[in-house]
């Protein structure tokens, strides 16, 4: 699309954002799409996308050409197939949070089938490598990262949402090839994490790593939150040997825990669609039991959210961080616990002008571009209001979408944002910030309406 071409369509009485004109005028032009030599770079993003909002549509655009497309990366030794990059200098590998963001969106395009499926190989890939050299114990996990060569293999994992992300993409396009490819490595890797995070068999789920250094463990979910700042790594508690090291944490994290519930939730739903009663009944067992031990033991009534417990006490680590609200994703907490989360939620603690903070803005660690110690994560607020629409708080949930996607029209696609100004910190059109265009498709927003079109439109 040329220069004056877009200028004619955006309407002379609008003003988009000069970042945002550049960027979308920078997407078409350029002929940039990553590393994968397919029609990436012809994509009429526009023609698949409506809205009450020229800004909106910008927004949309640029999100798929700069956090998805251009995230499309060739085969890499050791990732076989296509594989998705999250940006920046140092991320050179496929994540698992990361990646299920782009793939859900990714769906939508047209003729994107097999390299989604090739993404989702690249993780069964490492499964079997990481088989070949590992005790009975930490058969099937996935690693954090298949970072390329020659980078050394992350010996923990990260948050459980790859059964997640399948189920996202099935929805969309349909592709049960896709399900016949993943669902019983996904039930592997979830029993991998039942196995070597829910030490006390309570159903809670803790973080750790096989390499023994504390920050690898803090790295299998929002790293530097401040309810881990004691975390300790440990023996196993209950297996022994000469071989066994100091590998898991001594903190069961609300975070993680919810979103192997997430995850467990998606896998039941597939395995009914593909007719697979006994495994559903099997996810079905795991979710009951997590979701009681979330209310027995992580509620906290006070706080008006779900506080990470110390693994061998269940004493409450008391700060709440951005894992208290994953719960409401999860549809872990009732109705009552819900409508107390939301009103904790909109208090000044959690409304900084930029919600929803990394961590509660009254306690003394907060600062408002901490890394998650008080920033603003467009991923995080798409999980929250998207659990607070599935439990009707509508309003409060739009509020913190509209406010997400105003100010990245203001200042930009980023990793993270300062929860106070609002200005971008961290790697520029990081690609999991592809959810300022999922809150909008999943009608979280009042504001800034997208959705897709019954018919893509002709320009």
């Not at 009975?136 to 020659?150: E, L």
């Not at 607070?388 to 509209?402: F, P």
């Not at 990793?415 to 979280?444: A, F, N, Q, R, W």
Request: proline content about 5%; charged content about 25%.
């Amino acid at each position: 699309m040329k220069r004056r071409k877009f200028l004619k369509i955006t309407g002379s009485g609008i003003t988009l954002a000069p970042w945002l004109e550049q960027l979308v005028i920078a997407a078409d032009d350029s002929g940039a799409h990553g590393g994968v030599s397919d029609d990436s770079a012809n994509v009429n993003i526009r023609s698949l996308f409506e809205s009450n909002s020229e800004e909106a549509l910008a927004l949309t655009e640029a999100v798929f050409h700069k956090c998805i497309l251009e995230k499309i990366m060739q085969p890499t030794p050791p990732l076989r197939n296509t594989w998705i990059v999250p940006g920046g200098p140092y991320y050179k590998g496929q994540w698992i949070w990361d990646t299920m963001f782009v793939v859900d969106l990714l769906s939508i395009l047209p003729g994107k089938k097999k390299v989604i499926r090739d993404i989702f190989q690249n993780y069964w890939d490492f499964q079997d490598r990481w088989n070949r050299k590992m005790p009975d114990y930490a058969q099937d996990m996935i690693t954090v990262a298949i970072k390329t060569a020659p980078q050394e293999v992350r010996q923990f994992s990260q948050i459980p949402i790859l059964a997640w992300g399948v189920e996202r993409v099935y929805s969309r396009n349909g592709d049960r090839q896709l399900l016949k490819e993943c669902l019983g490595r996904l039930e592997r890797f979830h029993d991998w994490f039942w196995r070597e995070r829910d030490l006390t068999n309570i159903g809670l789920i803790t973080v750790g790593s096989y390499s023994g250094k504390l920050q690898h463990a803090r790295w299998e979910t929002f790293d530097y939150e401040c309810s881990m700042d004691d975390l300790k790594l440990t023996m196993h508690p209950l297996r022994k040997g000469p071989a066994e090291g100091t590998w898991y944490g001594d903190i069961c994290v609300t975070g993680n825990t919810s979103y192997l519930i997430m995850g467990e939730r998606s896998l039941a739903r597939l395995a009914k669609i593909v007719g697979d009663r006994q495994m559903a009944a099997r996810r079905k067992r795991r979710i009951d039991k997590a979701v009681q031990a979330m209310r027995d033991h992580m509620w906290d009534e006070k706080a008006g959210t779900f506080l990470s417990v110390k693994r061998d006490t269940m004493q409450k680590v008391p700060v709440a961080t951005i894992g208290s609200w994953i719960p409401l994703t999860a549809g872990v907490p009732t109705k009552a616990m819900t409508k107390r989360m939301a009103e904790v939620l909109a208090t000044d603690a959690w409304q900084t002008p930029l919600p929803v903070p990394t961590v509660d803005r009254t306690d003394p660690r907060w600062k408002s571009d901490g890394f998650w110690r008080g920033d603003v994560w467009p991923s995080t607020n798409y999980q929250i209001t998207r659990g607070l629409a599935d439990y009707g708080h509508k309003t409060l949930a739009a509020d913190i979408a509209d406010k997400t996607i105003a100010n990245a029209i203001k200042n930009g696609i980023n990793e993270h944002y300062d929860s106070v100004s609002g200005k971008p910190i961290g790697v520029k059109d990081y690609c999991m910030s592809c959810t300022l265009v999922t809150m909008m498709l999943d009608g979280l927003t009042q504001k800034y309406k997208v959705k897709l079109c019954d018919e893509p439109r002709v320009q």
